[in-house]
């Protein structure tokens, strides 16, 4: 998925600003997709001259904030994403998160320093449960598309917090030996 893909689907259900873009893909596919300004805004750009979307400029508000651009998808704009989203996706599995490549070095580490990192990922995908549960109801109104991916979202949530739980215990569990990293060996 593209960040311009990403962009143009979501205009889809209204115009936004580039910062609540950015939100709401934080907010609502965090469990697939991350994004920053500087992906962002250059998208956004290149959309606009590809003629893609349309940006209008606000003024600003009475407290004297700087001028907000909402953007819009233009008719060149969805017949792009229809072509886009009509053709065979990539058919790759891929989780990239910053976690799991530091979890698998643990073994270089010491067993308080992990547990420590791995309750904080406890805490942190508990919290995320937690709010994607209250979402539940909002889901129903969106879609059978949207509901399942929010759904997606909540079973993966479990998923990576019951496998943090179990982890967590074993390593709790192990011998100082049985934790500790052959540092001689050659991956291969």
Sequence with gaps: MSVKNAILGLLHYKDMHGYSIKEH???????????????????????????????VELAPSEDGGPHKK???????GR????????????????????????????GFSDRESALRIIDEQIAFYREQMERRQ??????????VYVRLMAEMGLNLNKTYL?????ARD??????????????????S
């Excluded at 019951?162 to 179990?166: A, F, G, R």
Aim: hydrophobic share 40%; aromatic share 18%; with cysteine.
């Design 25 to 55: 893909i934080e907010k609502h596919f965090g469990n697939m997709w991350t994004v920053n300004y500087g992906q962002i805004y250059p998208g956004l750009r290149s959309l606009e001259e590809e003629g893609f979307i349309a940006m």
């Design 70 to 76: 909402l953007y819009s998808i233009t008719e060149a």
């Design 162 to 166: 019951d496998w943090l739980v179990n």
């Design 79 to 106: 017949a792009a994403f229809q072509e886009w989203i009509e053709s065979s996706p990539e058919r790759q599995m891929f989780l990239r998160d910053p976690f799991l490549m530091r979890f698998i070095f643990f």
């Design 134 to 143: 209250k979402n539940v109801p909002r889901w129903e109104g969106y879609g």
């Design 170 to 187: 074993e390593i709790a569990r192990c011998g100082e030996e049985e934790l500790e990293w052959r540092r001689g060996a050659v991956i």
